[in-house]
């Protein structure tokens, strides 16, 4: 018995999005095939195997078409990739311009990879790479002629084994009908390719207060931060960390996503962009703060709240915290 050759693409969508945005660009897709899963802040994952038939349309011309959906009835610029999984399509979206798709086809996914930086990999951050970098290994090629018993010295067993099946291009998993969670996002793209910590920091930072401010006017609390970073070579790293309790308080996230930043080891990485985004989202009322005998936080959250009814009064910009003034 044959098993049909799956056609999985990935969109990233190059708009800022509301929730209710992101959730019509979902609903326009579910038109086109019921297996599409979000992928927040910006992209969703479509299983087109079965739409094909229907639409009696080639994957990649299946691909355009949503495409070209999307810019017409939303507005909304996007990239493609396509393949014949879920970790393939993403790579090759992440590898395609704005407007442009990258079809791995089937049988091509081991060229496709073998030159590509180890980097483009899921689940390899900065630290991991460096080690990679150490030994001479920068390419996913190089991984995959490294036998198999030097790769797990070098990085452990579990992860040795999971680069492996990665760097072969294997990923089992199916596209999976959700909707997008609840959540917040603020993200900042560079104007030019970013070396410099110090400006790393006071981004993500920024990020940080612009969640607390967004999270105080509609009266909810986070549970949850994810920062996700963009490179000059179109690869990004993603890290999510719960936050100790849910909160709004601006301080307690900007030390959670600065402790995602220091996690990321970036050194003198080339960033393009930063966005955090905030989920396991809560009504304030619902959630619970640990008493704090110390006067030091009710005087900070006292401020705080002072400082938001000046932006509310005198604009946006009107207090700013004391790290991020010019």
Same mark, same amino acid.
């Given at each position: 018995?044959?098993?049909?050759?799956?056609?999985?693409?990935?969109?990233?969508?190059?708009?800022?999005?509301?929730?209710?945005?992101?959730?019509?660009?979902?609903?326009?897709?579910?038109?086109?095939?019921?297996?599409?899963?979000?992928?927040?802040?910006?992209?969703?994952?479509?299983?087109?195997?079965?739409?094909?038939?229907?639409?009696?349309?080639?994957?990649?011309?299946?691909?355009?078409?949503?495409?070209?959906?999307?810019?017409?009835?939303?507005?909304?610029?996007?990239?493609?990739?396509?393949?014949?999984?879920?970790?393939?399509?993403?790579?090759?979206?992440?590898?395609?311009?704005?407007?442009?798709?990258?079809?791995?086809?089937?049988?091509?996914?081991?060229?496709?990879?073998?030159?590509?930086?180890?980097?483009?990999?899921?689940?390899?951050?900065?630290?991991?790479?460096?080690?990679?970098?150490?030994?001479?290994?920068?390419?996913?090629?190089?991984?995959?002629?490294?036998?198999?018993?030097? #790769?797990?010295?070098? &990085? =452990?067993?579990?992860? !040795? +084994?999971?680069?492996?099946?990665?760097? /072969?291009?294997? @990923?089992? %998993? *199916?596209?999976?009908?959700?909707?997008?969670?609840?959540?917040?996002?603020?993200?900042?793209?560079?104007?030019?390719?970013?070396?410099?910590?110090?400006?790393?920091?006071?981004?993500?930072?920024?990020?940080?207060?612009?969640?607390?401010?967004?999270?105080?006017?509609?009266?909810?609390?986070?549970?949850?931060?994810?920062?996700?970073?963009?490179?000059?070579?179109?690869?990004?790293?993603?890290?999510?960390?719960?936050?100790?309790?849910?909160?709004?308080?601006?301080?307690?996230?900007?030390?959670?996503?600065?402790? #995602?930043?220091?996690? &990321? =080891?970036?050194?003198? !990485? +080339?960033?393009?962009?930063?966005?955090? /985004?905030?989920? @396991?989202? %809560? *009504?304030?009322?619902?959630?619970?703060?640990?008493?704090?005998?110390?006067?030091?936080?009710?005087?900070?959250?006292?401020?705080?709240?002072?400082?938001?009814?000046?932006?509310?009064?005198?604009?946006?910009?009107?207090?700013?915290?004391?790290?991020?003034?010019?």
């Amino acid at each position: 018995m044959s098993t049909r050759q799956r056609h999985i693409a990935h969109l990233h969508l190059h708009a800022a999005l509301s929730e209710a945005q992101y959730r019509d660009a979902i609903e326009l897709m579910s038109g086109i095939t019921p297996h599409v899963q979000a992928v927040p802040p910006n992209a969703v994952q479509l299983d087109l195997t079965s739409a094909l038939r229907y639409f009696d349309l080639s994957p990649y011309d299946m691909v355009q078409t949503t495409m070209m959906r999307l810019k017409a009835l939303y507005g909304i610029d996007s990239s493609a990739g396509l393949a014949s999984n879920r970790m393939l399509a993403a790579m090759a979206a992440d590898a395609s311009a704005p407007g442009d798709t990258t079809w791995v086809r089937a049988g091509q996914a081991a060229d496709w990879l073998y030159p590509r930086p180890v980097t483009a990999l899921p689940g390899i951050g900065r630290a991991t790479a460096d080690t990679l970098h150490r030994y001479g290994l920068h390419t996913i090629g190089q991984l995959t002629d490294l036998p198999s018993a030097t #790769l797990q010295r070098l &990085l =452990g067993a579990g992860q !040795a +084994r999971l680069l492996t099946e990665r760097a /072969r291009g294997h @990923d089992p %998993r *199916p596209v999976v009908p959700a909707e997008p969670a609840a959540h917040l996002v603020a993200d900042l793209a560079l104007s030019r390719d970013c070396l410099d910590p110090d400006r790393h920091h006071r981004a993500v930072l920024g990020l940080a207060d612009r969640i607390g401010q967004r999270l105080r006017a509609e009266r909810q609390f986070a549970g949850r931060l994810t920062l996700t970073v963009r490179y000059a070579d179109r690869t990004s790293t993603t890290r999510t960390r719960a936050l100790p309790e849910p909160t709004d308080h601006s301080p307690a996230l900007a030390a959670t996503a600065l402790g #995602l930043l220091t996690s &990321l =080891g970036l050194q003198r !990485a +080339r960033v393009r962009a930063f966005v955090l /985004r905030a989920d @396991d989202l %809560r *009504p304030a009322g619902s959630a619970y703060r640990q008493l704090s005998m110390d006067p030091t936080d009710a005087r900070a959250r006292a401020v705080e709240a002072a400082a938001d009814r000046a932006r509310r009064r005198f604009g946006p910009g009107a207090v700013r915290p004391a790290a991020l003034a010019d």
